[in-house]
Structure formats: structure tokens, C-alpha cells
């Protein structure tokens, strides 16, 4: 079912994907609409191995990877938002523009 549409057809999915992810990333100024953008640049990365493990005839590597990619991005997702928390309590803000200083 999956090879019966090209291959193509993904890659330029988990571009437009990516492109979309990474205009989030340069655009906004929430730190949670940024780590929304970094998660579908990461979730592009996935689809692209995803798909090139089913096209790959012989091993099936891409899944492999695919499922460390997501356990990774889950762990980043759990950290960003600790900090990101724990700059709230600190600045009362979430916009990166705002936040000069780093220390306590």
C-alpha cells in the first residue's frame, strides 16, 4: 500500500513540512510556537526515514531509526518544556526576545 504512491510524493511532503517548521522557528517569538516549529522540522526527518525504510528492500533500517528519532524528540520535548517553565516562573515570559540575562 505504501509503495503504491512514489517516493517523490513523500519527500516533498516532509519538505513542505520542514520549510513550514522552519519558518515557525525564525518567526515567532513564543518559545512554545518555537518548539512546535522544531518538532515538525524533526517529524520531516522522521517521515523521510520512515519512508526510504519501506522503499529500502533489504533491511528496513529507516523504521529502526526512525523510533530512536522519536524516543530523542520526546526526551527534547520533556527538557524544552522544563525550561521552558522554569524561565516563566523566573521572567513572567516566554518571548526569547525579552530574556537578557540567564542568571538566578
Do not use: W
Not at 35 to 59: P, S, W
Amino acid at each position: 500500500m505504501l509503495n503504491d504512491i512514489p517516493l517523490e510524493h513523500f519527500v516533498i511532503i516532509s519538505a513542505v513540512l520542514f520549510c513550514a517548521g522552519l519558518f515557525a522557528v525564525l518567526t515567532k517569538k513564543n518559545a512554545i510556537m518555537v518548539l512546535i516549529g522544531i518538532e515538525m522540522m524533526l517529524n520531516a526527518a522522521i517521515l523521510n526515514l520512515v519512508t526510504f525504510g519501506a522503499f529500502d528492500k533489504h533491511k528496513n533500517e529507516g523504521q529502526v531509526f526512525a523510533l530512536f528519532a522519536i524516543v530523542l524528540a520526546a526526551a527534547g520535548v520533556a527538557v524544552s518544556l522544563a525550561i521552558i517553565l522554569n524561565v516563566y516562573r523566573q521572567f513572567k515570559t516566554i518571548d526569547p526576545s525579552k530574556i537578557e540575562e540567564m542568571k538566578y
